[in-house]
């Protein structure tokens, strides 16, 4: 299923119907700052283990990441002192992922490595959704190859094309692009840059 969305003024019942399709395990594609993601409701265990199948992602060996509405929402996920508080307010919303040690509150699958990555992407679209669901949403870039047509990581109509019988939902937020958020791991003493992409930090 299609559904075309705005920057703004979206249907509040459309807003509800994503909401309640994620409420309920489904899986969604949509767009972000940086690259069309898959996702779904972060505290659906199972939902999550769908996506961790489909990306062939081992959850005890790779971090999880989640979107967030703001970092009040952050707070309740994922453990930060004031320095990581100050540096992600500086950056977010913005193509990032801030590696944070993840609070209890999140499910088993993600307490296997006790980090999560957290993003705030500067889409006001999957903000917005983040926002209705009151939940974070577990997030993770299509699966895509480079010798792909890029059309089938940033065209929404060839990406449900592709998807469409894999997952419920793609969002159609227009155009996307294949760039990659800048990984940034807080966990350690100061912060470490360990993946360079089209995010640049601001200290």
């Given at each position: 299923?299609?559904?075309?969305?705005?920057?703004?003024?979206?249907?509040?019942?459309?807003?509800?119907?994503?909401?309640?399709?994620?409420?309920?395990?489904?899986?969604?594609?949509?767009?972000?700052?940086?690259?069309?993601?898959?996702?779904?409701?972060?505290?659906?265990?199972?939902?999550?283990?769908?996506?961790?199948?489909?990306?062939?992602?081992?959850?005890?060996?790779?971090?999880?990441?989640?979107?967030c509405y703001?970092?009040?929402?952050?707070?309740?996920?994922?453990?930060?002192?004031?320095?990581?508080?100050?540096?992600?307010?500086?950056?977010?919303?913005?193509?990032?992922?801030?590696?944070?040690?993840?609070t209890s509150?999140?499910?088993?699958?993600?307490?296997?490595?006790?980090?999560?990555?957290?993003?705030?992407?500067?889409?006001?679209?999957?903000?917005?959704?983040?926002?209705?669901?009151?939940?974070?949403?577990?997030?993770?870039?299509?699966?895509?190859?480079?010798?792909?047509?890029?059309?089938?990581?940033?065209?929404?109509?060839?990406?449900?094309?592709?998807?469409?019988?894999?997952?419920?939902?793609?969002?159609?937020?227009?155009?996307?692009?294949?760039?990659?958020?800048?990984?940034?791991?807080?966990?350690?003493?100061?912060?470490?840059?360990?993946?360079?992409?089209?995010?640049?930090?601001?200290?």
């Amino acid at each position: 299923m299609l559904i075309r969305l705005y920057d703004k003024d979206n249907s509040a019942v459309t807003m509800e119907k994503i909401s309640e399709a994620l409420d309920e395990g489904q899986l969604v594609i949509y767009p972000t700052d940086t690259m069309y993601a898959i996702g779904c409701h972060a505290l659906k265990e199972r939902a999550v283990e769908k996506i961790c199948r489909l990306k062939d992602i081992d959850p005890k060996k790779n971090n999880l990441s989640i979107i967030c509405y703001d970092l009040s929402a952050v707070s309740r996920y994922a453990k930060m002192d004031n320095a990581t508080f100050k540096l992600m307010k500086r950056n977010l919303p913005g193509p990032f992922t801030f590696i944070l040690e993840g609070t209890s509150r999140l499910p088993k699958i993600f307490r296997n490595r006790k980090e999560v990555g957290i993003r705030m992407p500067d889409n006001p679209i999957i903000r917005e959704i983040a926002r209705y669901l009151d939940a974070p949403i577990m997030t993770t870039t299509i699966p895509y190859s480079e010798d792909e047509d890029p059309g089938y990581a940033t065209d929404p109509g060839l990406i449900e094309e592709k998807w469409g019988r894999t997952v419920d939902m793609v969002i159609d937020g227009g155009p996307g692009n294949l760039g990659m958020s800048t990984v940034v791991d807080c966990t350690g003493d100061g912060f470490t840059v360990v993946r360079q992409g089209i995010g640049i930090l601001e200290y």
